[in-house]
């Protein structure tokens, strides 16, 4: 559990990332530690300047962050936090829409459109968390544990959706919904071996492909292209298959579920004869 001065101060950049400034944040957590409070009280709590403390709370109170609750000498009380959290989806949705709106007016498709780069360890998460949180049918996943943390809640989020979860990796996973296929390999001792990788498949039709090594210097490809999106396939079908194998577990439904938009070749080979050349001595 994180120290409290830990716990504030990510609290304080949580708001600032929302539109709050510093000063609005730690005079917010100044009051819902001690409320009805006054200015001088506030500033000395929240490190906020005598200067500046009355101002702040001006603006606030016209922004529905504080109330005055008395004057001579002024007190104030904290909106409540369940009140500011319902206030700021309700306008983040509403921002959203009308940014949806405005774009789907001005914006057209571009000819690449269909793949997109995702650069840094945080990008290349915050990628496949919302192509999983978006998935409609099944997600597939192949990845390491560390990854596995840092998505379960959107994992979470899509079993309890009802949308059908396999997840593979060859290190251990924490709990997650659906099905998991793991070798059980300590992640640390993989590493010694092989960098972080990370496979996504949202509904056989968006894929994302490419490395998670923890760094900014992590890419990967974020694609409906039917290319990346068979490859994506490929990858865990042979994942899926050598698990299979070793472990002595019938994954053909794992797979087939899988291939559907890939060529049968086992039935082409039977349909046409066909079999395999290994070349001829000149």
Request: hydrophobic share 40%.
């Amino acid at each position: 559990m994180p120290r409290k001065p830990a716990l504030e101060e990510r609290i304080v950049a949580a708001m600032q990332s929302l539109g709050f400034t510093a000063s609005d944040a730690r005079i917010y957590l100044a009051l819902l530690k001690r409320h009805p409070a006054t200015g001088y009280e506030l500033a000395a709590g929240s490190g906020v300047p005598r200067s500046a403390i009355y101002n702040v709370l001006g603006r606030r109170e016209r922004r529905g962050l504080v109330q005055a609750v008395q004057r001579r000498p002024a007190r104030y009380r904290p909106l409540p936090p369940e009140r500011l959290l319902s206030q700021l989806e309700a306008g983040f949705r509403e921002g959203l829409e009308e940014l949806r709106t405005g774009l789907a007016g001005l914006s057209r498709p571009a000819a690449d459109g269909r793949t997109w780069t995702a650069t840094g360890y945080a990008a290349v998460l915050a990628q496949a968390r919302t192509l999983i949180e978006g998935a409609r049918e099944t997600v597939h996943v192949s990845l390491w544990c560390r990854e596995a943390e840092a998505l379960a809640e959107s994992l979470r989020r899509a079993g309890a959706a009802g949308r059908d979860v396999l997840l593979f990796s060859f290190t251990r996973l924490p709990e997650l919904p659906g099905r998991t296929l793991s070798y059980g390999i300590v992640e640390a001792d993989l590493e010694r071996h092989w960098p972080h990788r990370l496979v996504l498949l949202v509904d056989r039709r968006s894929a994302l492909v490419g490395g998670a090594g923890g760094s900014e210097d992590d890419q990967a490809l974020v694609s409906e292209d039917p290319a990346l999106v068979e490859t994506a396939v490929s990858n865990l079908v042979l994942d899926i298959t050598l698990y299979g194998r070793r472990f002595g577990v019938d994954t053909a439904a794992l797979v087939g579920g899988l291939t559907t938009r890939l060529a049968p070749i086992e039935e082409l080979l039977a349909r046409g004869g066909g079999a395999p050349s290994g070349g001829r001595d000149g």
